[in-house]
């Protein structure tokens, strides 16, 4: 298994959600009631068998669903820490249901997760309406988990929250020793952090643990075969799933999709080429638009954003935020959270216009939304469980000696991301726990067909990603999308949209190799 590269601090995060739902507040503001009449469904036979008896307690266990988030339902489902040990110390998942609008036409139960890793898989399905389309919205219980050590399911923690704005501040591409020391201290700093506030937790938040879960929660909503959609992350989660059990999928769509077969120099190699190909779309559109304000080109366009990313570096902007300044690494998560979405570049534009002016206050604002930070603080640990679990699914890390040699090979890839990519590569140095599961080779050999969806210009998920996830799954099936951002469900494209839900709702398997 590999994971996402660490980079610019975590500009990598894969945040699945697109359009608008991008921009809607994560809290939960969820105030539970009275315990609902349980079960829902009868449970479908052979929905409960454990996979080894000493799971049973888990597997049978009844989910208790309270109203919340006022239409919404909430449960929490137990595992074990340690699928090593299911009788020793356990957690609590937290999930989320959103029922089918036409429970009359109700097919099951789709399992959802938005990527990350660490972003909240009960905000995603929580604000379904704007994430998935009526088609699954009507026949469908949309069911999100927080995966173990995010959110509300014993989230870890590695910071207070001013000592992650720090983080998050410092200089993403040391050009000192000094800064470079500073760099390397700063993950130490991280790394200590998560394992003294964190304790064991911090040694069982894997991906394939998560994937353990999963199951767990497939057996408690009554499935004998698991439904899922996930994105970006997500897909390498729903992977290991049908990975760990291909007899268990059901009708699996993976949508913006993760190379789990690349190592982490070249893992990041090529999503520092994504996010660029990303930023010369804007600056091509910009250009195309006339009289664009970065210039004549691309090519110029390209040039003045990094010549304001080197002014920042050596003197922050100003901003109507209190005391809080516009540092370059939170300048370049600004600009990198705009290009998930081609409906974000407007916010781009004047949020350039206003840094050039003197006033960093916006890019700083589409940092914060980026990094779920809000007025009075941090509204989930996604910052701390992104690296915490990368890292633990793959510790590798090149030294701060071995940056230079790199950086050449980063910058050609990505002058604009370049070498806070390389420095990225450093980041898991420091992981001070162990994972306590073993790497595995993921095929998913004898699952049903499984649907992965590439874009051409995703700025985080390059599309050969996609296509090299489909080769490496036995039942893969490519579906692609000509189009910018991060994802292709709901964004527009009718074909994409028709593939998945003829999929998702009839088990019509799309063509592989489908071009939309």
């Known amino acids: 298994m590999k994971r996402l590269v660490v980079v610019l601090l975590v500009v990598a995060m894969l ?17 539970q009631g009275a315990p609902l009449d349980a079960p829902t469904t009868t449970p479908e036979p052979g929905a409960t068998t454990p996979p080894r008896p000493a799971l049973a307690p888990f597997y049978s266990q009844q989910l208790t669903w309270t109203q919340c988030r006022t239409t919404d339902l909430c449960s929490t489902l137990t595992v074990p820490l340690d699928y090593r040990h299911p009788t020793g110390d356990t957690i609590e998942l937290a999930l989320l249901k ?38 699954l919205l009507d026949v469908y219980d949309i069911v999100g988990f927080d995966p173990r050590g995010t959110g509300s399911s014993s989230p870890v923690d590695c910071l207070s929250d001013g000592d992650l704005d720090t983080f998050l501040a410092r200089d993403p591409d040391p050009d000192t020793a000094a800064e470079a020391d500073d760099y390397i201290a700063a993950n130490q700093a991280f790394w200590r952090g998560c394992a003294e506030k964190s304790g064991n937790l911090a040694a069982h938040i894997t991906t394939i643990e998560a994937a353990r879960d999963m199951d767990v929660l497939r057996a408690t909503l009554g499935d004998s075969q698991l439904d899922y959609l996930g994105a970006s992350y997500g897909t390498q989660l729903g992977a290991t799933y049908a990975d760990l059990f291909p007899d268990k999928v059901g009708r699996l769509v993976l949508d913006g999709a993760i190379d789990l077969s690349l190592g982490t120099l070249e893992l990041g190699l090529q999503q520092a080429a994504g996010f660029e190909t990303a930023l010369t779309s804007y600056l091509q559109h ?16 390209s040039a003045r954003i990094t010549d304001f990313l080197d002014q920042v570096d050596g003197q ?30 407007p916010y781009l534009t004047q949020a350039l216009q206003d840094a050039f002016d003197g006033d960093g206050t916006l890019l700083l604002r589409l940092a914060d939304s980026y990094s779920s930070r809000g007025q009075s603080g941090y509204l989930d640990n996604s910052l701390e469980a992104f690296p915490a679990i ?13 940056v230079p040699a790199a950086i050449a090979r980063y910058e050609a890839a990505s002058p604009t991301f370049g070498r806070g990519f390389a420095w990225g590569a450093t980041n898991c140095g420091g992981i001070q726990v162990r994972a306590t599961e073993h790497d595995r ?24 990603w996609a296509v090299h996830l489909a080769a490496q799954l036995d039942s893969g099936v490519l579906v692609s999308r000509d189009g910018d951002g991060h994802t292709a469900y709901n964004e527009g494209n ?19 190799g489908l071009s939309c």
């Not at 993921?442 to 050969?464: H, L």
């Not at 009718?494 to 592989?512: F, H, M, N, Q």
């Open 15 to 31: 945040l699945a959600v697109g359009g608008t739902a991008a921009l809607v507040a994560l809290g939960s503001g969820s105030e």
């Open 98 to 135: 959103v029922p089918a609008a036409h429970p009359a036409d109700r097919i099951g139960s789709l399992v959802v997760n938005p990527g990350g890793p660490g972003a909240p898989g009960t905000d995603y399905a929580a604000n379904a309406d704007k994430v998935f389309r009526a088609p």
């Open 286 to 301: 910009c250009v195309d638009a006339g009289s664009c304000f970065l210039g004549d080109t691309a090519e110029a366009g």
């Open 316 to 345: 922050p902007l100003e901003t109507t935020l209190g005391d809080r300044v516009l540092t370059e690494g939170i300048a370049t998560t600004g600009i990198a959270f705009t290009l998930y979405n081609k409906s974000f570049w």
């Open 390 to 402: 990368s890292c633990l699914d793959d510790p590798s890390a090149i030294s701060e000696s071995e």
């Open 441 to 464: 080779v993921i095929d998913a050999k004898g699952a049903a067909p499984i649907v992965v969806i590439g874009t051409t210009r995703d700025p985080a998920t390059p599309y050969d």
């Open 494 to 512: 009718a074909c994409i949209d028709s593939a998945v839900e003829d999929y998702l709702v009839d088990g019509t398997v799309p063509k592989d």
